[in-house]
């Protein structure tokens, strides 16, 4: 992003935006060791452990949270309950609208196996996410910045699987 747009976005917006890169180079950066210490598959094998996991605490929390407010476990309610900091993703920004994605691809051109990994991260977050908290649908991303589209668009839809229990990203082996 321009520096001329970085500075014309409210303070707030610029803070959430810095933290969120922090986030998104401490991603790049355990992959990285991953990738260097264990090769990809390995890597790839323990990204998606720790992002599924990451996800089950997420949606967890959320379905607490809902529950307490007397919410159904809804698409519309996870948005309602969610814990993403949304302010900090900017549509006006185009391709950089979202933090994450403006901070990744810049690490494409040195390190192109990261171009499978970064995506990696949006699928299998929002796909377990949805699956967790709903229990009910599933998610598809159609689109991604990170796969060189101009944004980002998902679809969610209704899964038998999901409904019994069998999550998309579940590892094998991994009894929750």
């Not at 476990?73 to 993703?89: I, K």
């Amino acid at each position: 992003m321009s520096e001329t747009k970085e500075t014309e976005l409210d303070p707030a917006v610029q803070e959430v935006r810095k933290a969120s890169r922090q986030f998104a180079m401490l991603y790049f950066n355990f992959c990285k060791v991953l990738e260097e210490e264990l090769g990809h598959d390995k890597a790839k094998e323990l990204v998606n452990k720790a992002i599924f996991s990451l996800s089950l605490d997420r949606t967890d929390q959320l379905r607490e949270k809902a529950k307490e407010q007397g919410l159904d476990f809804t698409l519309e309610n996870f948005n309602a309950v969610s814990d993403l900091a949304r302010t900090g993703w900017v549509k006006e920004l185009g391709r950089d609208h979202c933090p994450y994605g403006e901070t990744w691809v810049q690490y494409y051109a040195k390190y192109p196996w990261f171009k499978e990994l970064a995506p990696f991260y949006c699928d299998i977050i929002d796909t377990t996410n949805i699956e967790n908290f709903t229990r009910t649908l599933s998610h598809k991303l159609t689109k991604n910045v990170l796969w060189g589209d101009e944004t980002c668009e998902r679809e969610y839809f209704a899964s038998e699987d999901v409904a019994k229990g069998k999550f998309t990203y579940r590892p094998d082996g991994d009894d929750k």
